[in-house]
T-cell receptor
Framework: AQKVTQAQTEISVVEKEDVTLDCVYE???????LFWYKQPPSGELVFLIR??????QNEISGRYSWNFQKSTSSFNFTITASQVVDSAVYFC?????????????FGTGTRLTIIP | GAGVSQSPSNKVTEKGKDVELRCDPI?????LYWYRQSLGQGLEFLIY????????KSGLPSDRFSAERTGGSVSTLTIQRTQQEDSAVYLC??????????????FGPGTRLLVL
């Protein structure tokens, strides 16, 4: 069985502060893929990043960065110099590679509010 | 290019009525997924289609739920004899489904269903 835990239900920070969203996953498979999606108030899930289990390199994209650590089964997401437009619900998700149904197992999401 | 589209955006129905939700995937995407997002259950997988293969229906919560995909493109999710617990946002996603590698799923804006 697979599981994704996002322990932070809600986070509020003042604009320009840095914020880290935590994601811890569980799977018995050695090959798996991790994703982060953003859900703004409009409701659509917007893809942010994907990582496979063989690539532990951290990634930076503008103000966004991701820290993947297999040793702690974590895939954390940091927003630097947060902006009001970053306010949304963020979901971490997991799938294992079986070359068929790649259904995503989602965490419960973290609601991020950026206070202007 | 155009993303995943879903219709209607919102649907209000009375308990016991049937509803049909439509999903138009990204052109060229052979894999299509339905998910449900509800307050109590979070984001959960419902059904998966890949090309003309038999769908994986393992996530459907009851036999009142069914889905089809015509011509390997548009999909319709049907809920018969709706119950109040069916109230949720129904999200559709599509991916390349190229086989041999896990593809990113791209989501539509969802259909918000309210059963009175």
């Amino acid at each position: 069985a697979q599981k994704v835990t996002q322990a932070q239900t809600e986070i509020s920070v003042v604009e320009k502060e840095d914020v880290t969203l935590d994601c811890v996953y569980e799977t018995r498979d050695t090959t798996y893929y991790l994703f982060w999606y953003k859900q703004p108030p409009s409701g659509e899930l917007v893809f942010l990043i994907r990582r496979n289990s063989f690539d532990e390199q951290n990634e930076i994209s503008g103000r966004y960065s991701w820290n993947f650590q297999k040793s702690t089964s974590s895939f954390n997401f940091t927003i630097t110099a947060s902006q009001v437009v970053d306010s949304a619900v963020y979901f971490c998700a997991l799938t294992t590679s079986n070359f068929g149904n790649e259904k995503l197992t989602f965490g419960t999401g973290t609601r991020l509010t950026i206070i202007p | 290019g155009a993303g995943v589209s879903q219709s209607p955006s919102n649907k209000v129905t009375e308990k016991g009525k049937d509803v049909e939700l439509r999903c138009d995937p990204i052109s060229g995407h052979t894999a299509l997924y339905w998910y449900r997002q509800s307050l109590g259950q979070g984001l959960e997988f419902l059904i998966y289609f890949q090309g003309n293969s038999a769908p994986d229906k393992s996530g459907l919560p009851s036999d009142r739920f069914s889905a089809e995909r015509t011509g390997g493109s548009v999909s319709t999710l049907t809920i018969q004899r709706t119950q109040q617990e069916d109230s949720a946002v129904y999200l559709c996603a599509s991916s390349l489904g190229a086989g041999g590698r896990v593809e990113t799923q791209y989501f539509g804006p969802g259909t918000r269903l309210l059963v009175l």
